[in-house]
């Protein structure tokens, strides 16, 4: 089956770049996703990444995709005190419908 | 719009009693899912349905039902809690053609 993961903590000093790093195993992924989970709060969608892409870049987030490793990267550039929270990244799948298959998350901490 | 609602916020429970979590959506999605997060194990699907009168079981679905009788509304019963269902429950929407799967706020539930 499809499974997603993640190193369960980061932490970056404000001002520096974060990189949070998703590893999945499923070959027919169509579309990969990375969620932002702050305190008490659900998640939510801070930006996605069709399968056929390697990169895509929106204000200080960048995603990038290695296919054939099956690696999923987000930078976070300048990294602030309000982006500290829990990331997670998710993949659809061929055949899969329309479920989501999460990672287990990063707990991202920014240090002043 | 109020996006994905979810109610309540907070809900203790002894064991074997039964209780609905309520979630509604007002975008019009045909799409509707439960999830649960617990530590360590990021988001866990429970019950799907892609539209009313439509239901399918996710990753672990024992101990849960759920029924979809309207677009807007897709509630998740607990018949006889156990501590094992302790847990933040996600309800989740998205439209037939969007990628983006929206969240609402969660139900921290603790079964004692």
């Known amino acids: 089956g499809e499974d997603v993961e993640q190193s369960l903590f980061l932490s970056v000093r404000e001002g520096d770049s974060s990189v949070i790093n998703c590893t999945y195993t499923?070959?027919?992924?169509?579309?990969l996703y990375w969620y932002k989970q702050e305190p008490g709060a659900g998640l939510q969608l801070l930006t996605y990444i069709f399968s056929n892409m390697d990169m895509k870049q929106d204000q200080r987030l960048t995603v990038l995709l290695n296919k054939k490793d099956k690696h999923l990267s987000l930078r976070i550039a300048d990294t602030q005190t309000g982006d500290s929270a829990i990331y997670f990244c998710?993949?659809?799948?061929?055949?899969?419908?329309?479920?989501?298959?999460f990672g287990t998350g990063t707990q991202l901490k920014v240090e002043l | 719009n109020a996006g994905v609602t979810q109610t309540p916020k907070f809900q203790v429970l002894k064991t074997g009693q039964s209780m609905t979590l309520q979630c509604a959506q007002d975008m019009n999605h045909e799409y509707m899912s439960w999830y649960r997060q617990d530590p360590g194990m990021g988001l866990r699907l429970i019950h799907y349905?892609?539209?009313?009168?439509?239901?399918d079981q996710g990753e672990v679905p024992n101990g849960y039902n759920v029924s979809r009788s309207t677009t807007e509304d897709f509630p998740l019963r607990l018949l006889s809690a156990a501590p094992s269902q302790t847990s933040v429950y996600f309800c989740?929407?998205?439209?037939?053609?969007?990628?983006?799967?929206?969240f609402g706020s969660g139900t921290q539930l603790s079964v004692l």
């Open positions: 349905s892609v539209g009313a009168g439509i239901t």
């Open positions: 998710a993949e659809t799948f061929t055949g899969g419908g329309n479920k989501l298959t």
């Open positions: 989740a929407s998205r439209g037939e053609d969007d990628e983006k799967l929206f």
């Open positions: 499923d070959s027919s992924s169509t579309y």
